[in-house]
């Protein structure tokens, strides 16, 4: 196995911008970690989670820039380390080169490593190659939170490239919980929370409660005040978090990472536009 099965795998689309191709070239990067991270042990330990999991496994129609995982059980004592020699070893076979950074800070329940890789704008043939400046590099981001909330839920999905292998997810209720509480909780405005609401919204997606409530628990506004929360006590306070909003701001974090068809309609999103998603997604909820 060599350079050519991303080659391939890239050619398989003939992509809109230079944007889209970079995009889509990071993604064909985060499977091929993903399967060196399959074909060790740490999917007996973590759970995939986030966005990029959501694309990969459940097709959301967005680009994702990192990979997000828990724990399954809290250790405090977690290391990148002997899974980022797991990776680079593994990659190697693909013709990849990471320069793989530890940012982790024993004050902080998340570890966070980073890979760089410089080379491959410079041995692939890419649709839209620069003609001067600098080539294509890709970063990605791995986090891993080592105290999660309590009361997740998980699956076991496949990936087929570069190879097969498992990968341990959170189910779709568990991820919208963890996304619920970016949306309730999180200090600043990330558009791309909001469009993945949307989506686990038309999809009719059921909230994890336990482990939402443990996670209002554990940090946010809600920190240390033992809510038990429900399907009424989100729609109420997801609709105060929506008319605060500046949709410009929300739509123009998002443009980049969907495609050409999609940007009118995210620029048209209005404050009545995701109270009517709300309000559907709660009705369904019975």
Request: aromatic share 12%.
């Amino acid at each position: 196995m060599t350079i050519h099965i991303i080659q391939e795998r890239l050619n398989q689309q003939r992509w809109e911008t230079q944007i889209a191709e970079q995009q889509a070239l990071r993604e064909i990067v985060q499977e091929v970690i993903l399967a060196a991270l399959g074909r060790g042990d740490f999917f007996k330990h973590a759970l995939f989670q986030g966005g990029t999991c959501l694309r990969i496994f459940h097709g959301l129609d967005r680009f994702s820039e990192n990979l997000d995982f828990i724990l399954r059980e809290p250790n405090p004592q977690f290391n990148w380390t002997d899974y980022a020699n797991q990776i680079e070893n593994e990659v190697e076979a693909y013709g990849l080169n990471f320069s793989i950074k530890d940012k982790s800070d024993f004050r902080t329940a998340v570890k966070k490593v980073f890979l760089k890789e410089d080379s491959l704008g410079k041995v692939l043939t890419l649709q839209y190659a620069p003609k001067t400046g600098p080539v294509i590099q890709i970063r990605i981001k791995l986090e891993v939170d080592t105290n999660p909330p309590e009361g997740s839920d998980f699956e076991i999905k496949h990936i087929t490239f570069p190879l097969s292998t498992s990968v341990a997810v959170q189910d779709l209720p568990s991820l919208f919980a963890g996304k619920m509480h970016a949306l309730l909780c999180r200090s600043y405005i990330k558009g791309r929370d909001w469009y993945d609401f949307l989506w686990y919204a038309n999809h009719g997606t059921p909230i994890n409660y336990r482990f939402l409530s443990s996670a209002l628990d554990q940090g946010g506004p809600w920190s240390g005040s033992d809510l038990v929360v429900d399907t009424g006590w989100v729609a109420e306070h997801l609709a105060q978090q929506i008319q605060d909003l500046d949709m410009k701001e929300v739509s123009r974090d998002v443009l980049t990472f969907v495609s050409e068809a999609e940007q009118d309609a995210v620029e048209a999103w209005s404050t009545d536009y995701f109270l009517g998603r709300l309000s559907e997604w709660t009705q369904r909820q019975g």
